[in-house]
Structure formats: structure tokens, C-alpha cells
């Protein structure tokens, strides 16, 4: 694939990315360690959520940049359904936040003001282009979306969260996947310097994950929380088990890298169908 191609909008002049405005039921009490009483675990999903609003926001502004060179219909029409979808993560990422911290008295929401301060700070520091930034997006969205894929592929991952949770990050792992290809396709069609994508992917990686932990380890330390071995155990097999996360996406991160990657390589439509069939009323919520 040619550093042009687009190959989700050459296929189509009508996008397929819809927005969905779903809803949850915030009246539902949760234990303070509500993701199988692993305190470790617990505050690793906190801290993931919390990321989602600032960061977010920063992927559509980046795009919204190079915006007005995209002169492929199809594309253009890509971009809103994208903006769409990405609001309403940011807009329901934030209320889950408020509920995890109402519930849990955990800071989520402190964690969240962090984030927003550190993208702010570095956004008015001007030390990254444009491209540089588009091209962290994009980084960005191939890590949301593999991590959608084996989310949906192993959905008994999502199991011991609270159903708000677990529907929450089972949509949000469609909606990566849904349009995965689009700050991609902006990046190859304004910028297209892949070298430069390589980069900053290590760049990005490094900060995703380092960024991830501190947070985790914040979150536990203003509780003054010490995990137990059992906490240990639960984040080992998380990551390293079966189904764990490091183990699943260590294959598909590294695809990044080759000369041909697109986005579009993959296809797990058919996971997305398996998802509206298990949960239909967030399905059809489109707008
Ligand atoms: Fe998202
Ligand atoms: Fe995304």
C-alpha cells in the first residue's frame, strides 16, 4: 500500500463511523476495589479511564489541524463520524470518572486534571509540530484499537468489572476499531513520513506506558494502599496469562513498523458484529 491509499474511504462515499450516544445506569453501587478485589488492578483501569477525556480531546484537535487539506469527500465524511465517536468516549469516560471516584472515594478525577494539565502544558510549550502531534495520534489510535481487538477477543477480561465498566470499555473498544484507519489516513495524506511515525511511536509507547503506571501507582499511594501478593499474582496473569494483555498484543504493536502497515490490514468486523448481537440497545444507540 502506497503512502495515499485510504483504503477504508476508497471503498466508500458514505462513512461507516457512527457515533453512538449511550447510556448507563449510574445508580449502581460498586465495592472501592471493584475490579476483582485486585487494589493493583483496580487502579490500573482508573488510571487507563482517566487518561481517555484530556487524551482524546487532544487526538480530534490534532486532526482538526490538517483538517481543512483532506480533500477526499470520503475521508472528510471519516474525520466527523471520528470527532464523533471521540466525543462521546471523552463525554462518557468523564462521567464514569465522577462515578468511580462518587463510589470508590478513589481520585479518579484528579488523576484525569493531570493529564489535562500535562497536555495543556505541553501544548503551549509549542516544542512538538503538528505533524509530530498528528503522528502521536495516530500511534495512539493503533494502541486503542489492538487493545479494543483483545479486549473483544477475550471479553472475559471485562468479567469482573461493574457492568458500567465492562459495557463502557467493550464499546469504547468497538469504536477504536470502527475507525481505526482515520488519523492514519490523515497522517499518509498530509504528511506520509513514516520514518517519522517509527519514531514517534517509540516515543509514544514509552510515554502510554510509563505515563500509565505512575498513574496507577499514584492512585494507590494517595489511598496509601499496599497490593497483597494476591494483587500481584492478578496483574502478572493480566498481563503475561493466557489472555493477558502484553502476551496478546505484543504480535500486532509490532506490525506498526513494517513498510506496508495500514490500519486497515486487519479486519475484525466480524468481532464488531458479535458485539451489536450481545448488546443491541448500545448498538442501535447511533445517532
Ligand atoms: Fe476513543
Ligand atoms: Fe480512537
Redesign the pocket.
Known sequence: MDGNNTANSATSEISKILPRNVQFDFNIDIKKYWYDDNALMTAWMCALSSM?PPG?KE?IRSIRAFEKQIQDPALQQDIKGFIG??GF?QLNHKRVNRYLEEKTGLRVTALEQQVSDNIGDMLAAGDFSDAQLLASTVCLEHI?AIMGEWMLRNKEIADPAPAIFRELILW?GV??LEHKSVAFDVYMQCVGDRKLLRRVMVATTFGFCIGLLRMQLQLLWWERKLPSLRDLWGTLKFNFGKHGVIRHVFKPYFTFFKKDFHPDNTDESALIAEWARNYPELASATK
Open positions: 481517555f482524546e487526538f465517536q471521540e468516549h486503542t469504547h469504536e477504536e
